[in-house]
């Protein structure tokens, strides 16, 4: 169990007349006005601060993950298949109805922008300054409707019943966005401690305010247009280069912890690297469950991935796609070590035993990954079942169906990034303890690296080669000479923020989004249809807002 942490303004102090006595409080409770006691009003505001948590531990992961170039959600002979609703997006034809359950996560940022416009009126309003914080996170949640959703209603206010609410412009609403950021920033919390984990700092504002500048133009034009450029000026580079600056120069991050240890189940505060996570606890309710759809679908039975058999039931149909594991092949790469595949293809290592961890120290065992005391070997490429001697012939379908049987459970190398405690998931019903970052150090060197890429002014004697060359060094990477291209930053993306989410947007910004991978080509005409760069609203938002229009093209 993950020790937890507790930090009150003054202004909510104030308010305090009650001792904290339980620390478990289910993020889900709700107030119609702030209560006076400290465990209620840490409830309140984490309504605020973790609205987005269980979509991220679940169903925005698995939505986002297969939806760019990084998954091919296959099916076990209809097993896992739900309705096609994980396949749908890994072919880019994702469907309003049968995709309810991803595309719903749109419900959990407007709970959370609710939760927080609660927060900030009952503490008197915008203008106070300790509900500075829970505006960031109203930002931040506003952000990631628009980044998938595109129009997106700007909530900065309590609603009346039956208010009628209205969609705003992608560019007004990007526009929105920077300046509320940088009206709160300066009262943002500006320590960095055990105190403020997981919390809006001033320095989780600069990095989404450098994101939302390094993708000025996929929100402010015209993205869905098939003349969208992605190498037209972007007028706000040098914006994007000041607010990693600040990071940089702040002193509270650095590049000190090792690739693999930062993901593991007992990651927190301590982590450097770290600007704005999502905590999960497995022992109380609020876990992320990445393992049980990263790993093998009968992968329970004397896995070796995790020391220990799991003993809860696996998924294991989130399969990397051949082309993304292309970009795992570096020489001494740290970060090969989080892709379990096939011994010697592409993959510099020379057994599993290089994937076996033990979970009480952390340390590499023994243990092989078998299944029925034979080694078990996964297969880069995946190859959907078929047979064409059947009467009539059977022929891959959009279900992606590898068959319900070892060739088909092992089809596809797998991430054990988040690699989980066996312990954990066995007593808490598939639950995880991993910490999911949001934004990391290594994305703002990376971003600010990009952005002189791209024409921005270098700063305090950085260069992309430079800025590059760090995140390289510290996963015991070659090192560059000369400046790297777009293309060079796009793939070292790639290798660095696997399982962070932020793929699918990096190959929209890049133009890089319909170009062809796993399946989706050869089951979906319209892959290529750049209106496939939002995502459709659901059926349930839609008939929310019946005033509201589908994003076209769904």
């Given at each position: ?15 305090t ?8 409080v ?15 009003i840490?409830a309140?505001?984490?309504?605020a601060f ?14 986002v ?37 991803q ?8 709970t ?10 009952d ?8 509900v ?5 996170a ?5 952000f990631?409707?628009m ?16 208010e ?16 509320e ?14 105190s ?9 504002v ?8 390094i993708n ?7 993205v869905?247009?098939?003349s ?11 914006d994007c280069?000041a ?16 690739y ?9 505060y301590?982590?450097?690297?770290f ?9 109380t ?15 329970q039975?004397?896995n070796?991935f ?8 696996l ?13 795992f092949n570096?020489?001494?790469d740290r970060?090969n070590?989080v ?7 592409n ?8 994937y ?13 990954n ?12 995946i ?16 279900d992606?169906?590898v068959?319900?049987d ?8 797998r991430?054990i ?10 007593t ?12 990391r150090?290594a ?5 600010k690296?990009e ?8 700063t ?9 060359n760090q ?16 293309q060079?930053?796009l ?16 190959l ?12 989706k080509?050869?089951?979906?005409p ?29």
């Amino acid at each position: 169990m993950k020790t937890r942490h507790i930090f009150f303004s003054g202004a909510l102090l104030a308010l305090t007349s009650v001792g904290c006595t339980d620390l478990d409080v289910d993020i889900k409770s709700q107030y119609t006005e702030l209560p006076d006691s400290e465990i209620a009003i840490e409830a309140t505001m984490n309504n605020a601060f973790y609205a987005f948590r269980a979509a991220i531990g679940r169903r925005y992961d698995e939505g986002v993950s297969c939806n760019s170039d990084e998954y091919t959600a296959v099916s076990f002979d209809s097993d896992y298949l739900n309705g096609r609703d994980m396949a749908n997006f890994s072919l880019h034809m994702i469907d309003p109805t049968n995709s309810a359950n991803q595309l719903n996560v749109y419900n959990d940022l407007q709970t959370g922008i609710t939760n927080c416009n609660r927060v900030i009126f009952d503490l008197g309003g915008e203008d106070v300054p300790e509900v500075a914080p829970v505006r960031a996170a109203r930002a931040f949640y506003t952000f990631m409707m628009m980044e998938h959703w595109g129009d997106t209603p700007i909530l900065d206010h309590l609603l009346a019943d039956d208010e009628r609410i209205d969609r705003s412009p992608r560019a007004d609403v990007a526009r929105w966005i920077e300046s509320e950021l940088l009206a709160v920033r300066d009262n943002c919390y500006e320590n960095v401690d055990a105190s403020t984990y997981g919390k809006p700092t001033r320095w989780m504002v600069d990095a989404l305010l450098a994101k939302l500048y390094i993708n000025w133009n996929v929100y402010t034009q015209d993205v869905t247009s098939s003349s969208w450029d992605p190498n037209a000026t972007n007028e706000k580079l040098n914006d994007c280069i000041a607010a990693c600056d600040r990071i940089i120069a702040s002193g509270y991050f650095d590049l000190s912890d090792d690739y693999k240890t930062k993901f593991m189940y007992n990651n927190g505060y301590q982590i450097k690297d770290f600007i704005y996570v999502m905590p999960f606890d497995a022992s109380t309710a609020q876990g992320m469950t990445y393992a049980r759809f990263r790993t093998w679908r009968r992968g329970q039975s004397e896995n070796g991935f995790y020391s220990i058999p799991l003993t809860n039931s696996l998924g294991g149909n989130m399969t990397l796609t051949p082309e993304f594991v292309e970009l795992f092949n570096l020489p001494g790469d740290r970060r090969n070590d989080v892709i379990a595949g096939n011994v010697g293809e592409n993959i510099d290592m020379e057994t599993f035993d290089v994937y076996q961890y033990n979970n009480a120290t952390g340390e590499p065992t023994d243990v092989r990954n078998t299944y029925g005391g034979v080694d078990v070997t996964f297969t880069k490429s995946i190859t959907l079942k078929s047979d064409p001697t059947a009467d009539p012939p059977i022929v891959p379908d959009g279900d992606l169906n590898v068959g319900n049987d070892m060739t088909g459970w092992t089809q596809g190398y797998r991430s054990i990034k988040f690699f989980p405690n066996a312990t954990d998931y066995n007593t808490y019903s598939r639950n995880q303890s991993n910490d999911v970052p949001v934004f990391r150090y290594a994305d703002v060197l990376l971003m600010k690296c990009e952005a002189i890429v791209r024409g921005g002014t270098a700063t305090n004697g950085d260069t992309p080669m430079s800025l590059f060359n760090q995140i390289r060094a510290y996963v015991n990477a070659p090192q560059i000479v000369g400046d790297p291209s777009l293309q060079d930053i796009l793939d070292e993306r790639g290798r660095e923020f696997l399982d962070e989410h932020w793929r699918r947007n990096d190959l929209i910004r890049f133009g890089d989004f319909e170009r062809d991978w796993g399946f989706k080509n050869d089951f979906n005409p319209n892959a290529n249809d750049p209106r496939y760069r939002l995502w459709p609203l659901s059926l349930d938002v839609l008939n929310a807002n019946t005033n509201w229009t589908q994003n076209p093209g769904y």
